[in-house]
């Protein structure tokens, strides 16, 4: 077909019919789409010409936003879009379709954020490819696709909210509240392998509540579970932030020291005794504590708790209210 020959009454006839065609064709190119990515979210195709910079797409994509077709300029060009984009997505955005048109990928996909009509954000997936290149080999027509992916997003957020906290309780004993077993044992053997690395100083201290069971048989359980947490509590405010307080098991606790010989344990041993021995406890009551302090020698986990534990019990043959190094 010669359109050099066509009047201009017929040239204006057939762009009308080309229009009309294509428009039909985008049409049964979303029906097609729809059925082929039926799952909800599907916002359906865009076509970008780079040469001309004029963007053709499904209006979903921006009603879905909030804006009405008649807000919108009478030709969309790319940037309209990102200029929409979250300031902590659009680098990441413009980087995949710079990658993508320079032949470094072999489609553009990336999700981002894009600004609502009313100021808040939605989360789209998007993913399109070069259909064809001029002769010097450039791009100059992309086609892609786009979902919604915000409810997604939001199920992955509560998701993730949620297993931090379940993380957070199993790690935390549910009486006093500080680290349980689990938990300090695997901080102990993070502290290990840094310290086999590092060669710095690490120390532990298991205390121990002197006559507990006293406590239990005599005031209940009660009373006994309002020490435990006292005791934990008086524990943990009186170590750093880069240490960490759990109960070991019962009525004992373990403190494990990161970067700390032997002395620098003892003095905070010391401390936290003097602290519950000075303390008064639910009703009326006084207690004593006694504690087994131990630094990392390269033995094993076990040997190392153990050798703690073995200086819990001699400062019980002692006679208690003392810490042993």
Not at 73 to 90: I, R
Not at 101 to 124: F, H, M, P, T
Not at 130 to 148: N, R, S
Request: proline share 2%; glycine share 6%; hydrophobic share 35%.
């Amino acid at each position: 077909m010669k359109y050099e020959d066509f009047s201009r009454e017929k040239l204006i006839e057939r762009i009308i019919e080309l229009e009309t065609l294509n428009s039909e064709l985008l049409s049964e190119k979303e029906l097609e789409t729809r059925l082929e990515y039926s799952w909800s979210g599907n916002l359906g195709h865009w076509y970008w010409n780079v040469k001309n910079n004029d963007v053709t797409f499904n209006p979903l994509k921006v009603t879905n936003l909030g804006y009405d077709l008649s807000e919108l300029p009478e030709n969309v060009d790319y940037q309209f879009f990102t200029e929409m984009l979250h300031p902590e997505d659009y680098d990441k955005t413009m980087e995949a379709m710079l990658n993508h048109l320079q032949g470094k990928a072999n489609v553009y996909e990336v999700e981002y954020r894009i600004r609502c009509k009313d100021g808040s954000y939605k989360w789209y997936y998007d993913r399109g490819k070069i259909t064809k290149y001029d002769e010097d080999g450039k791009p100059l027509f992309l086609a892609g696709i786009v979902f919604d992916i915000t409810d997604n997003k939001v199920m992955q957020s509560e998701l993730e909210y949620k297993n931090k906290v379940l993380a957070e309780l199993s790690a935390i004993d549910d009486l006093t509240q500080i680290a349980n077993y689990r938990t300090l044992i695997k901080f102990l053997e993070s502290e290990i392998l840094t310290v086999n690395r590092s060669k710095k100083p690490l120390s532990i201290a298991i205390f121990d509540i002197d006559d507990f069971k006293v406590i239990n048989d005599t005031k209940g359980h009660i009373i006994g579970n309002g020490v435990l947490a006292d005791i934990a509590g008086i524990i943990n405010s009186s170590i750093r932030d880069t240490d960490l307080a759990g109960r070991y098991g019962g009525e004992e606790f373990m403190v494990i020291f990161s970067n700390a010989n032997i002395m620098t344990a003892s003095k905070v041993a010391e401390r936290i005794r003097e602290s519950i021995e000075n303390h008064t406890f639910g009703e009326d009551l006084k207690l004593t504590l006694s504690g087994g302090l131990r630094e990392y020698l390269g033995e094993d986990i076990d040997s190392f708790i153990n050798s703690a534990d073995m200086n819990l019990l001699e400062a019980k043959r002692r006679g208690k209210n003392l810490i042993i190094a």
